[in-house]
């Protein structure tokens, strides 16, 4: 709904956005700016006059008296939380490398509900898994499986919730000094690990791809028989470190097993339980602050973004 313009995705830390955003009136213009960047322009009849019916977000069109909602189309319509409230929390979730505890940000935002906030960062990071899906994996990508269960999610004594098998896909590139580095990564809850599975995920992350010139095709892995049979069926390169010891994990898969550890840590420092039902969506937060940890102080502007798009 809100109208392209060019993203500035200007660096911002707390105390900048402090200053940027002081009220509900400054949230309001940045969408405003963001939606009409040339100006107010009526999406019926590409009126420029309007009327701001109230002081929330309502506008109307002076020619046509159509109205519109300045949040129509982001997570922020008809919420009636401030925009205020939703702006720090993002600001928050962007920038916090250990994610954020819902019970801190009930304080912080002053909101008693913690199902509230608890929401309210579900929205945003469904908006992170939305911008990510676009991501796909280049170069030779590492893969490995991990089980995420209850004994790490916080909760404690509880035998029924099952551990959840979690596929970790990190694509690398080798830099002019010939040192591998990580690029960007992917997690997804799976069933199993069959070939069926891992063919899925492969093909989700693009791997083989028609997208990307040049794609090594190429994948490293503990030799599971699954990515024998899927590279095999393919034609995609693949590379087994033989693991004798688990503990060589670390070394022989290391941005897998790097991006695993900060997930659990993650999860492990939350408040409250992590259930297999939202594991998904808190994978999808870890992987997408993961692919933009080179961005800095940018992040918060470009979440902003792709939250209000
Ligand atoms: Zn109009």
Redesign the pocket.
Known sequence: MVKKSKPDYKEMSWLLFNKEFQDEKDCCEWLFRTRWPNGFE?P????ERYWQVSTRDLYK?C????QISLTAGTVFHKTRIPLMKWFMLIFRMATAKTGVSINEMKRELEIKDYKTVWTMAHKVRKAMADRDSRYKLAGLVEIDESFFGPSISGKRGRGTEKKELVIVAVSTWTNSDGVEIPGFVHAFVVENATANTIENVLILIGIPSKEFEPLTKSIRSDGWRSYQAVTEKWGIVHSRVVLRDPKDSMKLLPWTHRVIANAKAVFAGSNRGISSKHLQRYLSEVCYRFNRRFWGREVFHRLLYSITQ
């Open positions: 009526c019926k009849c590409g009126g069109c020619s046509c008296r159509h």
